[in-house]
Each structure stands twice: as structure tokens, then as C-alpha cells.
């Protein structure tokens, strides 16, 4: 049986890169996919791909910022599908505007702590409740090894991945006797469209890739390791950070 076989699943900032290769992931694994992006385009032609292939998929635009739009899509994934069994909340990202404490734009630091931290919370304030009332589930939040080591010049997202990662090791405590268990990713520099754009314009954040003796992560080892923790699989692991470094 295929390893999501009878799950529906959530992923947020799946228009492209880590999301979009999780989407199809757990289209192949057997689940039914919701994703949710703010990209309509993409996200609309990612969503038919999976259907090409065989997968029942189907994109909701979605500001994870914005409460009403967050609501609305899990509504939809619910009224869809028929219940919501594993969230993944992956929409979020760092950009060359961060910087030090000291030297970073307040817009910058309001602008991850909203999109990577203010967002996932949303999803499960949303997403729990429909996951809880499936029987239990998984939540799996997508965070960073910044949040665990930290880096230079990237004061802001790290302190909005860190939120997301004590948030992971809370909402495990809380949801635990009502079978939702949450777990988070934590990856290093991630060959995606959006990294390889900031290495390009910065030389600073080429650090990122040259403290990674693995070198840049694809995007498909998250998907692998998000599969897992969405399937039954895992079903007595909760609470826990599952960093993928690059041997950082």
C-alpha cells in the first residue's frame, strides 16, 4: 500500500520549489493534495502535473498571512476531500534584506516573522482542529538550521525560525492525547529557485553553501523525510526537530 494511501494532505507555499516537490510526493505516495499559494499560475499548473500523472490534486490561492484566507482554504480542503490528516507547513523564506540586529530593516523582520512564524501558526490554528476531528494526523513544520545554530547576517529569520521551532516542540505537548503529532524540518541552503537567486546577488550568502561540506540540499530529500513524518510510519514521533545540514 502505497505509504499515504487514504491521507489528505495540506502544503502551503506549494507553487514552487520544496512545497511543489512535497506536493508531488505525496500525490505519489497516495494522498489526496491541497496546495495552497499565493501564485495562482503556478500553483494551478503544479496542481495539474499531479493530475497528469494520476494524482488527485487542487490548488487553493492562499495568503498564509491572512486569517480569512487561511480559514477558507482548509474549509475547502475539508469540503473537498472530506477531512485533513497532515499539514505541511512549508511557506516562508529569508531574503538578502536581512541582516545583523543592529543594521536590518524593521520592514524585513516584520515581513519573515509574519510570513514563516505569524503563518504557520495560522495553518494550525486552522488546519489542528479539522486534523483532530480526522481521527489525528501529523502537522510537520518547515524550519531551518538557522534556527538551532544561527548564521551571520540573517538576524530576523532566524529568530522567526526559531519561533517556528519552539511552536513545533509546544503544539507537540498540547495536541499529543488528541493524536496530532507535530514535528519539524530543519534544513540547510536548499537548491531551490529562491536560494540559488540570493547566492547569485550576494556573495555573503554563499556562506551558506560553503559551511555545507555536503554541498546544497535538494529539494526532494525534504519531500522524502515529509512523507514519512505524514505517514503512519511515524506514528511515535512527535515533538522532535529533524535537521537535514548538509554536514554543516
Not at 46 to 62: C, D, H, P, Q
Not at 96 to 104: C, F, H, I, L, R
Not at 113 to 136: H, N
Request: glycine residues 12%; contains cysteine; proline residues 3%.
Amino acid at each position: 500500500m502505497p505509504r499515504l494511501e487514504g491521507k489528505v494532505v495540506f502544503v502551503s507555499g506549494a507553487t514552487s520549489g520544496i512545497g511543489k516537490v512535497t506536493a508531488e510526493e505525496c500525490a505519489r505516495a497516495g494522498a489526496r493534495v491541497v496546495l495552497a499559494g499565493r501564485r495562482a499560475a503556478e500553483g494551478e499548473a503544479a496542481a495539474a502535473g499531479i493530475r497528469r500523472t494520476g494524482g488527485e490534486a487542487l490548488f487553493v490561492r492562499t495568503d498564509v498571512t491572512d486569517e480569512s484566507a487561511v480559514r477558507g482554504a482548509i474549509e475547502t480542503t475539508v469540503r473537498t476531500y472530506g477531512a485533513l490528516h497532515v499539514l505541511f507547513n512549508n511557506a516562508g523564506g529569508s531574503s538578502n534584506a536581512d541582516g545583523k540586529v543592529t543594521e536590518s530593516s524593521l520592514e524585513e523582520f516584520w515581513r519573515v516573522i509574519k510570513l514563516d512564524l505569524y503563518g504557520t501558526f495560522l495553518c494550525c490554528r486552522f488546519g489542528i482542529p479539522a486534523i483532530v476531528r480526522a481521527g489525528g494526523g501529523a502537522v510537520i513544520n518547515n524550519a531551518s538550521m538557522v534556527g538551532i545554530k544561527g548564521e551571520h547576517n540573517r538576524d530576523a529569520y532566524t529568530a522567526a525560525k526559531g519561533g517556528v521551532i519552539a511552536l513545533t516542540r509546544s503544539m507537540a505537548a498540547e495536541f499529543v492525547r488528541e493524536k496530532v503529532r507535530v514535528n519539524a524540518i530543519a534544513p540547510g541552503a536548499v537548491k531551490t529557485e529562491r536560494i540559488l537567486a540570493m547566492i547569485e546577488a550576494n556573495p555573503a550568502a554563499r556562506k551558506a553553501v560553503e559551511v555545507q561540506p555536503l554541498g546544497l540540499i535538494e529539494p526532494l530529500e525534504i519531500a522524502h523525510l515529509a512523507v514519512f513524518l505524514g505517514s503512519d510510519e511515524s506514528r511515535s514521533i512527535t515533538g522532535e526537530i529533524f535537521p537535514i545540514s548538509g554536514g554543516r
